[in-house]
């Protein structure tokens, strides 16, 4: 089984500072990381994920993401944020196998102050 | 990618009504499909996997009675919310099991029993 963490509620920052969102996951097989955003009343939109590979993964939006497996980490960065970043901030993981049975994280608010 | 449509996308229903909410993968056959709930402010947890075919496998905790699940066809994954009640408000997701490695998710259902 796996479990993800997500280590702050809420996260405020202004405009054009950096960010990082913290993830921590927990599983016993090897398995995949996605982050996915969700505004307001709508679905999921994915960010990035790792499969395999370079541990630093680039996605949409200038965000970033970092593998750490002795950490058992996956944090998602972005260099300098807008006020459009604004949203919900999901971590997930799934096994290699099967078809993408996700367990997500708490979440992570990412509020964007001008 | 495969493309997901729900349907509706917000219901408001009386208490004590059931409710369908309507899971289509429009572009990909999908033997596999996902239901998540979403309450406000929190998580998205995984409900049930639903198998083209056969019946539903349920997660701990869920009701399997009162939260019907049809997967008649490769393309059409229904829920069905039976004797709503005010608890039973929230946000619905599908989302479509692949074995790629992404999963693609609807645009979710706001349901709200008054």
């Known amino acids: 089984a796996q479990s993800v963490t997500q280590l702050d509620s809420q996260v405020p920052v202004f405009e054009e500072a950096p960010v990082e969102l913290r993830c921590n996951y927990s599983s016993s097989v090897s398995v995949y990381l996605f982050w996915y955003v969700q505004y307001p009343n709508q679905g999921l939109q994915l960010l990035l994920k790792?499969?395999?590979?370079?541990?630093l993964v680039k996605g949409i939006n200038g965000f970033e993401a970092e593998f750490n497996k002795s950490q058992t980490s996956f944090h998602l960065r972005k260099p300098s944020v807008h006020i459009s970043d604004t949203a919900e901030y999901f971590c997930?993981?799934?096994?290699?196998?099967?078809?993408?049975?996700?367990?997500f994280g708490a979440g992570t608010r990412l509020a964007v102050h001008p | 990618g495969a493309v997901v449509s729900q349907h509706p996308s917000w219901v408001i229903c009386k208490s004590g009504t059931s409710v369908k909410i309507e899971c289509r993968s429009l572009d990909f056959q999908a033997t596999t499909m996902f239901w998540y709930r979403q309450f406000p402010k929190q998580s998205l947890m995984l409900m049930a996997t639903?198998?083209?075919?056969?019946?539903?496998?349920?997660e701990q905790g869920v009701e399997k009675d009162k939260f019907l699940i049809n997967h008649a066809s490769l393309t059409l994954s229904t829920l069905t919310v039976t004797s709503a009640h005010p608890e039973d408000s929230s946000f619905y997701i599908c989302?479509?099991?692949?074995?790629?490695?992404?999963?693609?998710f609807g645009q979710g259902t706001r349901l709200t029993v008054v």
């Open positions: 790792y499969l395999s590979g370079s541990t």
């Open positions: 639903s198998n083209e075919g056969s019946k539903a496998t349920y």
């Open positions: 989302s479509v099991g692949t074995l790629n490695t992404e999963a693609f």
């Open positions: 997930a993981v799934s096994g290699t196998g099967g078809y993408n049975k996700l367990i």
